[in-house]
Structures are given as C-alpha cells and as structure tokens.
C-alpha cells in the first residue's frame, strides 16, 4: 500500500446495532472495545497473519463519530483517498503492540 505498511489486517466493517452503541458490557467495557479486541484476536490466531502486522481500516471522511471512537482506540491517521463513487474515506492503522 502506498505509504503505509505492506501487510495488514484489514477490519472490513464494525457495526454494532443502534440499540446497543454507546453501551458497554458487563466488565464495563465499551462494546465497540470489546468487539475490536475480538476480532483482533481471532484474526492474530489465523496462520495468514503475523504478530507485527498492524490493524487497518477505512472509515468514511463524514462519519466523524466512528473517526474519533477509532482514534480512541489508537488508529492513527495514514490519509485520505478517493474511493471512485463512495467518496472521501481516511485510511487509518492501529500498531500491532502499544499502548490502546
Ligand atoms: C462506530 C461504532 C462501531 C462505535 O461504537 P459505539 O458504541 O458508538 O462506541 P462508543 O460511543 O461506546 O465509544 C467507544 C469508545 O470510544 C470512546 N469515544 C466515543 N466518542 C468519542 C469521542 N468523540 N472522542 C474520543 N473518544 C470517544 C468512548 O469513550 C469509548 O472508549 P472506551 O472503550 O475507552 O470506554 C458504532 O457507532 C457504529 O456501529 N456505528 C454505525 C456503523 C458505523 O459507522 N461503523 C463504522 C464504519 S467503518
């Protein structure tokens, strides 16, 4: 990928249903922390990945909540790209090890 790094794990989408955004689980967690963790986990058991690859994802320019949730969680900001008819999305990567 140009000016990012070569291999990633690449979160298509989260999605968490609206009844349950901003709510957090039972260990008081926010859901969408305790999704990432997840998923992140059960993407680093997959013998494709490797430990030092980051996470990756792209998140829609207007969508500024799930922008500032997933700096929270420590996704930088790589830059922003014209995807054809979608419009403008940030391209953002969270390092493999560090502090979330
Ligand atoms: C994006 C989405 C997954 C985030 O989940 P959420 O339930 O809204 O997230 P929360 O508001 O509980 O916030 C999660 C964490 O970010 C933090 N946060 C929320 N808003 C924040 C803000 N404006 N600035 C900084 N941190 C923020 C919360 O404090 C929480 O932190 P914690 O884990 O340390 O407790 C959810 O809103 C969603 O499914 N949206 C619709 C689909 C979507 O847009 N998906 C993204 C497409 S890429």
């Known amino acids: ?3 990012g790094p070569d291999e990633v794990i690449a979160l298509e989408w989260i999605g968490i249903a609206l009844a349950y955004q901003h709510k957090r689980t039972n260990d008081n967690k926010s859901i969408a922390r305790s999704i ?12 494709r990945s ?4 980051p996470l990756y994802l792209e998140v829609d320019a207007r969508n500024h909540h799930a922008t500032q949730v997933y ?6 900001l790589i830059d922003s790209v014209d995807v054809l008819t979608r419009g403008r999305y940030r391209r953002m990567v969270r390092s493999a090890v560090g502090p979330r």
């Open 1 to 3: 990928m140009p000016d």
């Open 71 to 76: 700096a929270h969680l420590g996704f930088e």
């Open 36 to 47: 990432l963790e997840t998923v992140e986990a059960r993407a680093r058991e997959n013998e």
């Open 50 to 53: 490797a430990p030092e690859m």
